[in-house]
């Protein structure tokens, strides 16, 4: 009996579908760590223990040894540490030696994940994402495992949300400061007189009287009557 229970214990435990490691973004194995606690973050499953190309923390020293270092960098030029986090996830910190005295560089992304890999690996492709150029980026997205290019193209989508948000924030600003400066600015001479002319000829015109035009219809005016084929040339 015991051997019949184990045996069919070890069949359901085969029939577990695990998630894939190239389902696209939104598929069922990007949201396997998905609650349906609103207070628990989903953790996405970034194991790239099968993928056949170079990981992101090779990717990463690659590019350090050949761009920043120009392939001769000093003994230590780069150090991961693992941060453990409540409900046993983790957290991952790059530090990045600069060349020339500059000091170093730290990269620490805010995403929890479900082992100290693949937080290490998600450092790496997040120094990646801010030492490398934007034309340069989709060379290095074609490279790397497709659920960490995925998240890199997520961080670039809300980099260019913000950028544009910022940007209407902005515009926004400069108009409303402009409209301040209209309405508190007080008129000037010219603009007082104009009014004021206005103003006097709206009251003439009250009265019952005719403006400016007064002058000009108060003249003895000559009227000269024309026949049909004077008018038509003054028409020419």
Not at 130 to 135: N, P, Q, R
Not at 170 to 192: H, Y
Request: aromatic share 8%.
């Amino acid at each position: 009996a015991e051997a019949a229970s184990g045996s069919a214990e070890a069949e359901a435990e085969a029939e577990v579908e695990l998630p894939s490691l190239f389902e696209a973004p939104g598929d069922a194995g990007e949201e396997a760590g998905a609650s349906d606690d609103p207070s628990k973050p989903m953790i996405r499953h970034y194991n790239i223990a099968r993928y056949p190309g170079k990981t992101p923390k090779k990717h990463l020293d690659d590019f350090l040894k050949g761009r920043l270092w120009a392939k001769k960098p000093p003994e230590r030029y780069l150090n991961y540490e693992q941060v453990r986090c409540e409900g046993g996830l983790f957290r991952a910190r790059v530090f990045v030696l600069q060349p020339l005295n500059k000091g170093l560089l730290l990269f620490f992304p805010e995403e929890l994940c479900a082992t100290g890999l693949d937080a290490e690996n998600l450092a790496a492709v997040h120094a990646l994402y801010y030492l490398t150029d934007e034309s340069e980026r989709p060379a290095l997205g074609r490279d790397l495992a497709p659920v960490y290019r995925d998240r890199a193209q997520e961080w670039t989508g809300a980099a260019a949300k913000a950028l544009k948000e910022a940007q209407r924030r902005k515009v926004g600003a400069r108009i409303t400061f402009v409209e301040r400066m209209l309405r508190d600015k007080p008129p000037t001479a010219a603009s007082t007189s104009v009014v004021n002319t206005a103003a006097a000829e709206d009251a003439a015109k009250r009265k019952g009287g005719r403006g400016d035009w007064s002058n000009v219809m108060d003249e003895d005016l000559e009227f000269q009557e024309l026949n049909s084929d004077a008018a038509a040339k003054l028409r020419r």
